[in-house]
């Protein structure tokens, strides 16, 4: 199915943008980046951005100042579009996406079987800012546009390193880095850079790691305890699957941070090897076919337990 975004929002007086909880920079850039082309193609509606506050990295980008994080309530939108996520992982934006006239879901998990009155779901296309560029009149695209654009494509992308980037998302980038923006800059400061606890935080996760099921598997937690002790919160354990899946030989890896009393967040990144979707979507949650995430109950054992049992399945051990 096509999409029209301008012609579906042609009589909309209020239009409302979100993404899901805990936004990375993927949800942040689609989100900023389509509130910025409607507000320029739509001068008479106001467009306004709901999400959870997402980390500092993002400031530069337009209208991160604006967003609202606090989620009042508002007047039933005359159009509300869920990015990078489906209704159910839109946290307290949901509400408004319930009451709204008319939604539109544009997204690139293969978990997500559409909720919107519209939906735009392309599991092949490796970033929802990718398809934010696939959908909008690239006569309207500006420098602030493209580099929202850009830092969606590269978050999702791991800098066009991934299985998900293609020949297009990288003629994509060539084109939207012709708007001029310092593009190596921002993707040091928003991809690569770390703050000093959160290089330590890694490195203690990565020395308290146990490989398992003939080390093909590696798996490691960060307690709330050790969150307190280092004064961190989620956003700061971003990056710590990536670099247990670095390791030499590991096809499957697993990263877990305690959200509450025997409850895990758990990251899982695989290769060609393991389905982490399907094994993410057993226990709730979903993702891609090489990164995905799921929400755990019960001790750290039973857990990692439950998972091996899934990832075994998959690999034939
Ligand atoms: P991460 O491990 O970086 O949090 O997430 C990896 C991928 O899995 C992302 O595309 C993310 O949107 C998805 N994901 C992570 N956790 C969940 C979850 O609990 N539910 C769903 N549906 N997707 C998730
Ligand atoms: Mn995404």
């Not at 100042?65 to 606090?70: F, K, R, V």
């Not at 319930?98 to 009155?117: F, L, V």
């Not at 850009?150 to 978050?155: D, E, F, M, V």
């Not at 409850?263 to 076919?289: I, M, P, Q, T």
Request: charged share 25%.
């Amino acid at each position: 199915m096509n999409l029209d975004i301008l012609k579906e929002c042609k009589e909309a007086k209020r239009i409302g943008i979100s993404g899901h909880i805990r936004p990375d920079g993927d949800c942040v850039g689609s989100v900023l980046g389509l509130q910025m082309y409607l507000r320029k193609c739509i001068p008479g509606a106001e467009v306004k951005v709901f999400l959870e506050k997402p980390a500092d990295i993002f400031r530069e980008i337009r209208g991160f100042d604006e967003i609202d994080t606090q989620f009042p309530e508002q007047e039933p939108f005359d159009v509300f579009f869920a990015l990078d996520s489906g209704a159910e992982r839109l946290g307290e934006a949901e509400k408004y996406f319930r009451a709204a006239k008319k939604t539109i879901n544009i997204d690139h998990h293969i978990s997500n079987s559409g909720s919107g009155n519209l939906n735009y779901i392309k599991p092949e296309v490796g970033s929802t800012s990718e398809l934010i560029y696939d959908l909008i009149d690239l006569d309207k695209l500006d420098r602030d546009m493209a580099m929202a654009i850009y830092i969606g494509i590269i978050h999702d992308t791991g800098v066009f390193q991934y299985s998900n980037t293609t020949p297009e998302t990288m003629e994509k980038g060539a084109k939207l880095i012709g708007y001029g923006f310092d593009f190596a800059r921002l993707i040091q400061e928003t991809f690569y850079q770390k703050t000093y606890v959160q290089t330590q935080i890694m490195g203690r996760a990565l020395m308290e790691s146990i490989r398992f099921m003939d080390n093909t598997c590696i798996v490691s937690m960060v307690d709330r305890k050790t969150m307190d002790f280092y004064d961190v919160t989620a956003k700061d354990l971003e990056g710590i699957v990536n670099q247990l899946r670095n390791i030499k030989g590991i096809s499957c890896a697993i990263f877990m941070y305690e959200t509450d009393v025997l409850e895990y967040k758990v990251s899982l990144r695989s290769d060609e090897k393991v389905n982490v979707a399907e094994v993410a979507a057993y226990f709730g949650g979903g993702g891609h076919a090489r990164a995905a995430g799921c929400t755990m109950r019960g001790t750290f054992h039973d857990c990692v337990n439950n998972l091996s049992l899934h990832i075994a399945e998959q690999m034939d051990i």
